[in-house]
């Protein structure tokens, strides 16, 4: 399919999402777009600008012991809740449901389940996040205890907050209890830094992590060396997302919008670029780390299906870099690949070329089974299950380059075939367009 197509298809799926208000958002134009892709390309090649999982996590200095869990695949975050007491105009969904605390599409009522779901999937990292934690603070404390009294000593704890009701003895129970990381989104409270001071010494990670608010660039750039005078090891940089939601009020800031599998702030990735290549130039102890949209969208997906797909498979089955189950069509695919899996990639792949095209499938977790996949029944527990379902899989457009030899900064648009989209994560920041 051509790149004129895929395109297309981006700009009608957001036309769709957006209906009357489609017209009204600043889309970028080619002129800005060629332009703004310069800007990025010399921000990437600034010196000691380092890049991550193929050209999609931009980064100075080292990842946050949390951010290496998620980048190796191993973890899993729960959502205490769904409310919060912050008001930040560019949350990207409501916040003022009392949903009990999820983690995917699967609710954990008891924390002990949850701490058994995490051991018995063999995560290396797990989160408390919201809505706002500290809301629920005995039962974000819950969710930590047992955690840590169930799973792996080596098991990477963190929690996401915006700070309000932060205090030093809720800090120093949840350190006590097995907290490693905590996370303040100091952009909740205008960039005051009031709430994470209280925690440095008393939980052994304190990261900032918030979404890159381009007209705030001057002031982050100042905070950097305060941030790291008090404690903070890691600054994590979010792309501004539209939603929605938080159409009302990002349109209401000059911003210019990038069409994709979401709809994304221009400025904002290149706020967050600019930082990072600052820090870099001046060689700040602080670390900054740049969480595109596109790493979340494709690496956080692949880690699902990768953990889940895995408990799938049947004879002559594999999964996919990308994490889908891959079924050979022929006795002869399923012979030439699955008695040589440390063949190359590539061979493989066109060992089964010669013998007929595979098909693909993805894994979802979900709490109840549904008739219409196929699906396991995992026990978790004697009385806490959950189900693996199994999708039939279809080609997704998505920023792509070829995948052997691709810059992995600068990969072009294109609508992958089935097999190019599950076999390989795309590599590369999204296309301006």
């Known amino acids: 399919m051509n790149d004129e197509r895929t395109r297309d298809h981006f700009i009608e799926m957001n036309a769709r999402e957006y209906g ?24 990437l ?73 995490v051991r018995f999937f063999g995560f290396g990292g797990a989160s408390v996040s919201g809505g706002e934690p500290f809301l629920d603070f005995d039962k974000s404390l819950a969710f930590v205890q047992s955690l840590r009294r169930t799973c792996d000593p080596a098991l990477h704890i963190w929690l996401y907050t915006n700070g309000m009701l932060v205090t030093e003895e809720k800090l120093a129970r949840l350190a006590a209890a097995g907290l490693n990381e905590i996370r303040f989104d100091i952009g909740a409270t205008d960039y005051d830094l009031k709430f994470v001071r209280q925690a ?7 990261t900032v992590e918030i979404p890159a608010v381009p007209e705030e660039a001057g002031l982050l750039e100042a905070l950097l060396p305060e941030l790291s005078a008090i404690g903070v090891s890691h600054l994590n940089l979010h792309q501004l997302r539209l939603t929605p939601h938080n159409a009302r009020h990002l349109l209401e800031h000059d911003y210019t919008y990038i069409h994709g599998p979401k709809v994304t702030v221009l400025e904002s990735e290149l706020c967050a670029l600019g930082l ?32 889940f797909g895995v408990r799938l498979l049947e004879n002559g089955e594999l999964l996919t870099e990308n994490g889908f189950i891959r079924t050979p069509q022929t006795a002869v695919a399923t012979a030439e690949t699955g008695s040589n ?27 109840l089974a549904n008739p219409e996949f196929q699906h396991r029944e995992i026990r978790i527990s004697v009385d806490f299950a959950v189900f693996l379902e199994r999708h039939p899989a279809r080609p997704t457009a998505d920023t792509f380059a070829e995948h052997p030899g691709a810059d992995p900064a600068t990969a072009g648009l294109h609508q992958p075939s089935l097999e190019e989209s599950c076999e390989w994560i795309t590599p590369g920041l999204g296309v301006y367009f």
């Open 200 to 206: 440095a010494g008393i939980v052994g990670t304190v």
């Open 276 to 307: 990072v290549a600052h820090a870099a130039a001046h060689k700040l102890e602080l670390a900054v780390n740049y969480c595109s949209f596109v790493y979340k969208y494709r690496f956080q997906a692949a880690a699902s299906r990768r953990r």
């Open 341 to 367: 899996p440390q063949a190359p990639e590539d061979e493989r792949l066109l060992r089964m070329n010669r013998a007929g095209s595979p098909t693909y499938a993805a894994a979802f977790v979900r709490p």
């Open 20 to 43: 009357p208000i489609f017209n009204y958002i600043n889309w970028i134009t080619e002129e800005r777009a060629r332009l703004a892709n310069q800007e990025r390309i010399q921000l």
């Open 45 to 117: 090649q600034a010196p000691g600008v380092s890049v991550s999982c193929l050209g999609t996590k931009i980064h100075h200095g080292a990842l946050s012991p949390g951010c290496l869990q998620c980048s190796g695949m191993a973890w899993s975050c729960l959502f205490i809740s769904g409310r919060c007491n912050g008001r930040c105009f560019y949350c990207p969904t409501p916040q003022n449901m009392d949903d009990p605390p999820m983690s995917g599409s699967v609710p954990f009522h008891r924390a002990q389940d949850y701490a058994d779901y």
